[in-house]
């Protein structure tokens, strides 16, 4: 069968950074849809070829990057090209490999489900059809919000670029601190695209830190556990620095920072480091999280996360690991989430609740996998959060 092309164009309104970076993004969704429309999967790219004036748009850059994993996750293709071209364009042309012969009898991997229905049930993007939009959304708002407050950016908690948080100070010092994880199936998303989700405990008088981390397949889930570790250890003992109360940390995580942020929770700090208490952390909100990996490295992307096998997903699953004493916990899931998200929270919950004295589950009405992010700004989850402070 002969390889596939296929093609996606968007028109310049004016050669500058910012309108490159529109147009690039509208031809990644277009990209997407050609893919979509032809049967195939992002992981058939082999080579994609990026056209611009002059071949000022660089799609390795870091807000080129952020666009591409916005619309494709961690699926890349082997080879990214850039070509100078004299239209007034932004144009993109991959070349898709020979289709994976057909499966004719998948097995059954997880709760009875085949690859293919885990796929489906763990899948929150194909459940939004809507959720590229979403995302759009939630970048613009961030970075209005950014511009309009008092904030420090792109601290360092570590080497690595990606180690960064931006930190929005409190109006009186000892103030309590937030700490936010943000989602993305490990492999997308920024900490910019989530600040405005925060304005309720800025007006409620908290410190807050929005973590950056690591993302997959440059770096593994273990990389990424890492990460959020040091960043914590970073914080509790800068804390007068800061102006923070350190007796007084919650920390919250959507999706794939609820599993970051379950990892924290349950993380021996003094064999890190000596002067740190057994439980650093006094609480925390862990939102539609993935807390078993088990199911997750069955996906049509599980090759990109560093999760090969049973052995090393049970060992990054904070399901069978064992919470910091003291610690208060809420879960919390969007109504209209798969059957497998809530199985993920409500077993949390059993397997730790002998362990800890104030636990709850609960699920936000009328939401899904990221709608239910807004009522982190006022609503269900703000008020989860501050009935644990």
């Given at each position: 069968?002969?390889?596939?092309?296929?093609?996606?164009?968007?028109?310049?309104?004016?050669d500058t950074a910012e309108a490159r970076e529109a147009a690039y993004r509208k031809a990644l969704v277009t990209l997407l849809e050609h893919?979509?429309?032809?049967?195939?999967?992002?992981?058939?790219?082999?080579?994609?070829?990026?056209?611009?004036?002059?071949?000022?748009?660089?799609?390795?850059?870091?807000?080129?990057?952020?666009?591409?994993?916005?619309?494709?996750?961690?699926?890349?293709?082997?080879?990214?090209?850039?070509?100078?071209?004299?239209?007034?364009?932004?144009?993109?042309?991959?070349?898709?490999?020979?289709?994976?012969?057909?499966?004719?009898?998948?097995?059954?991997?997880?709760?009875?489900?085949?690859?293919?229905?885990?796929?489906?049930?763990?899948?929150?993007?194909?459940?939004?059809?809507?959720?590229?939009?979403?995302?759009?959304?939630?970048?613009?708002?961030?970075?209005?919000?950014?511009?309009?407050?008092?904030?420090?950016?792109?601290?360092?908690?570590?080497?690595?670029?990606?180690?960064?948080?931006?930190?929005?100070?409190?109006?009186?010092?000892?103030?309590?601190?937030?700490?936010?994880?943000?989602?993305?199936?490990?492999?997308?998303?920024?900490?910019?695209?989530?600040?405005?989700?925060?304005?309720?405990?800025?007006?409620?008088?908290?410190?807050?830190?929005?973590?950056?981390?690591?993302?997959?397949?440059?770096?593994?889930?273990?990389?990424?556990?890492?990460?959020?570790?040091?960043?914590?250890?970073?914080?509790?003992?800068?804390?007068?620095?800061?102006?923070?109360?350190?007796?007084?940390?919650?920390?919250?995580?959507?999706?794939?920072?609820?599993?970051?942020?379950?990892?924290?929770?349950?993380?021996?700090?003094?064999?890190?480091?000596?002067?740190?208490?057994?439980?650093?952390?006094?609480?925390?909100?862990?939102?539609?999280?993935?807390?078993?990996?088990?199911?997750?490295?069955?996906?049509?992307?599980?090759?990109?996360?560093?999760?090969?096998?049973?052995?090393?997903?049970?060992?990054?699953?904070?399901?069978?690991?064992?919470?910091?004493?003291?610690?208060?916990?809420?879960?919390?899931?969007?109504?209209?989430?798969?059957?497998?998200?809530?199985?993920?929270?409500?077993?949390?919950?059993?397997?730790?609740?002998?362990?800890?004295?104030?636990?709850?589950?609960?699920?936000?009405?009328?939401?899904?996998?990221?709608?239910?992010?807004?009522?982190?700004?006022?609503?269900?989850?703000?008020?989860?959060?501050?009935?644990?402070?």
């Amino acid at each position: 069968m002969a390889m596939m092309i296929l093609r996606a164009e968007e028109p310049l309104v004016e050669d500058t950074a910012e309108a490159r970076e529109a147009a690039y993004r509208k031809a990644l969704v277009t990209l997407l849809e050609h893919l979509k429309n032809a049967g195939r999967s992002p992981v058939a790219m082999e080579v994609l070829k990026v056209g611009s004036p002059g071949s000022r748009l660089n799609p390795c850059t870091w807000a080129s990057d952020r666009l591409w994993r916005e619309v494709f996750g961690g699926f890349k293709p082997a080879g990214f090209t850039v070509e100078a071209i004299e239209e007034a364009c932004i144009t993109l042309v991959a070349t898709l490999g020979e289709p994976p012969p057909p499966i004719p009898d998948e097995r059954i991997v997880w709760h009875g489900l085949t690859a293919s229905q885990v796929n489906s049930a763990y899948s929150a993007r194909s459940a939004v059809p809507d959720h590229l939009d979403i995302f759009q959304s939630w970048r613009e708002a961030g970075e209005r919000f950014l511009a309009a407050h008092d904030v420090q950016r792109d601290l360092p908690y570590g080497e690595a670029t990606e180690q960064r948080f931006d930190f929005f100070p409190a109006p009186e010092p000892e103030a309590p601190l937030l700490i936010f994880i943000h989602g993305g199936y490990w492999q997308s998303m920024d900490k910019a695209e989530h600040s405005q989700l925060l304005a309720g405990h800025l007006e409620e008088g908290w410190a807050v830190a929005v973590l950056n981390y690591r993302l997959c397949p440059e770096a593994t889930i273990a990389d990424q556990i890492q990460d959020v570790r040091t960043a914590l250890c970073h914080l509790w003992n800068q804390s007068r620095y800061y102006g923070i109360d350190r007796a007084r940390i919650q920390v919250i995580g959507h999706s794939a920072g609820g599993h970051l942020g379950a990892c924290l929770v349950s993380t021996d700090w003094q064999a890190l480091d000596p002067a740190m208490p057994l439980t650093p952390i006094q609480s925390a909100l862990l939102i539609s999280g993935l807390f078993e990996l088990e199911p997750v490295r069955h996906m049509s992307f599980g090759a990109l996360l560093g999760v090969p096998n049973a052995e090393t997903a049970r060992a990054l699953s904070p399901l069978h690991a064992t919470p910091n004493p003291g610690l208060r916990l809420r879960l919390a899931v969007g109504e209209l989430e798969s059957a497998e998200f809530h199985w993920q929270s409500r077993e949390l919950v059993r397997r730790w609740r002998g362990r800890l004295v104030d636990v709850e589950v609960f699920s936000v009405p009328g939401t899904h996998h990221f709608s239910v992010m807004e009522t982190l700004s006022g609503g269900d989850l703000l008020t989860a959060s501050l009935s644990m402070s």
